[in-house]
């Protein structure tokens, strides 16, 4: 499990690095909008940009939220799967694992049994990433 472990801990290093990056400058927090009876998805302003704009006597734009208009079914997963949330969903794996981790040298019974499923079924979600191995499918 060992193995596993570094590897869930490296996918969600990838994650986190990505969700950080989609709000480098801006807020974490997108939304949706219905605007000339289109979905337009929202994110919020970018403050450092706009000030490097304003420095290059540039017009200043980017301290506006900004939108672009998406697929009315697309829209709604990607405001949902905005950069706070996966920063959440990231902290929670991180604190189970942590958890799986304390109570790992005590185990050997039915507990450990489902801490090792459960610990599996965090890393199913990467599947599809190199270095996953089946072995670990729950």
Do not use: N
Request: proline share 7%; net charge negative; glycine share 6%.
């Amino acid at each position: 499990m060992d193995d596993l472990v570094r590897w869930l801990t490296a996918q969600l290093d990838a994650d986190e690095e990505q969700a950080r990056a989609a709000c480098e400058y801006a807020s974490p927090e997108w939304h949706l909008d219905e605007e000339f009876g289109e979905t337009v998805l929202w994110w919020p302003p970018e403050p450092h940009v706009a000030e490097k704009e304003r420095e290059k006597g540039l017009p200043v734009v980017s301290d506006r939220w900004r939108g672009e208009t998406v697929g009315a079914r697309i829209a709604p997963h990607i405001a949902a799967h905005d950069p706070a949330r996966v920063l959440r969903e990231i902290d929670a794996k991180r604190q189970m694992i942590d958890r799986y981790e304390e109570v790992r040298p005590h185990g050997g019974d039915v507990t450990q049994e489902y801490q090792d499923f459960l610990l599996r079924l965090l890393a199913s979600v990467y599947a599809d990433r190199p270095g996953y191995r089946e072995e670990w499918r729950p």
